[in-house]
């Protein structure tokens, strides 16, 4: 998946969830992704919401091959590990 995919993605959430990524970056990977979020201007909706799908469709399919395990926890939010 092409990273400005994901900068397109991450616009269009809130800043726990930005963070959430950002976090798990390295400071110059998280400083770079948010110069390209920030580089993007305004993004249709219609944009991101595709995006978004994208990135989940890709998320079950690595589960569906065993990749990556999606759990759910209370208040039925999914996690990704």
Do not use: H
């Not at 770079?32 to 469709?57: F, H, I, T, W, Y």
């Amino acid at each position: 998946m092409e990273k400005d995919k994901l900068a397109i993605a991450l616009k269009g959430t809130n800043e726990m969830v930005r963070e959430f990524f950002f976090g798990d970056m390295t400071a110059c990977a998280a400083k770079m992704l948010r110069d390209d979020m920030e580089a993007l201007g305004p993004v249709r909706l219609r944009d991101v919401d595709e995006v978004q799908s994208e990135m989940v469709n890709v998320a079950k399919d690595l589960a569906a091959r065993g990749e990556i395990m999606i759990t759910k926890n209370k208040g039925d939010d999914e996690l990704v590990y």
